[in-house]
């Protein structure tokens, strides 16, 4: 079936770190998008990649498309406290469902 | 402009009993869908509607049932709730026609004993 993983589950990192999540499918993507939930709150959208390699940033935060549309990755250079949260991949696979990686959760140590 | 609405915020419901969540949007997107979230599974999906009229089978469809008479609402029913159905459930919708961003409702935090 279509699925895609995200790993990893659960990232602690020391503020000023910098952190990644990676979303792996084996198949390939039409696209990828990404959102980012606030603990307590409701997925808030971040990103969408379409094209073949895409690299998109948004200040301290690089979105990567792998050039086979199938692996994805975001990257956080530099986390704050305000980075905490849980950041989703939502691939979607060419159909009119779309469906979200299990997310990776970031907490921030102070 | 509200973007999208749930209600009630919370419910606990006892087993057996039937329960709508309401979800209403207003910005006029075709695509709508239900999720539940549980800890450590993410976001599944439910049932989903691509236009009023439609509705198609999401991951996990067992247990509810949903309807889309128009364009802003898409209520989730639960026939007879279980004890499994408990978790917060999300509405989004989707800007299909430009963007084909997601939004996503507050949520709503059910519990059934």
């Known amino acids: 079936g279509q699925q895609v993983m995200q790993i990893p589950q659960y990232q602690h990192v020391q503020e000023g770190e910098d952190f990644t999540t990676y979303c792996n499918s084996s198949?390939?993507?039409?696209?990828i998008q990404w959102y980012k939930q606030r603990p307590g709150g409701h997925p808030v959208f971040l990103i969408q990649l379409v094209k073949s390699g895409e690299v998109k940033k948004q200040k301290r935060l690089t979105f990567q498309f792998g050039e086979a549309k199938k692996n994805s990755s975001l990257h956080i250079t530099a986390t704050q406290t305000t980075d905490v949260g849980t950041y989703f991949c939502a691939p979607n696979f060419g159909n009119e469902k779309l469906t979200f990686g299990t997310g990776t959760r970031l907490t921030i140590i102070p | 402009i509200a973007g999208i609405t749930q209600a009630p915020t919370s419910q606990i419901l006892a087993a057996g009993r039937r329960m709508t969540l309401r979800c209403t949007q207003d910005m006029r997107h075709n695509a709508m869908y239900w999720y539940r979230q549980d800890l450590g599974l993410g976001l599944r999906l439910i049932h989903y509607?691509?236009?009023?009229?439609?509705?198609g089978k999401g991951e996990v469809p067992d247990g509810y049932s949903v309807s889309r008479a128009n364009t802003d609402d898409f209520p989730l029913t639960l026939a007879s709730a279980v004890p499994s159905q408990t978790s917060v459930y999300f509405c989004a919708s989707r800007d299909r026609a430009s963007t084909d961003t997601q939004y996503f409702g507050p949520g709503t935090r059910l519990t059934v004993l």
């Open positions: 509607s691509n236009t009023a009229g439609t509705t």
């Open positions: 198949t390939t993507l039409s696209n």
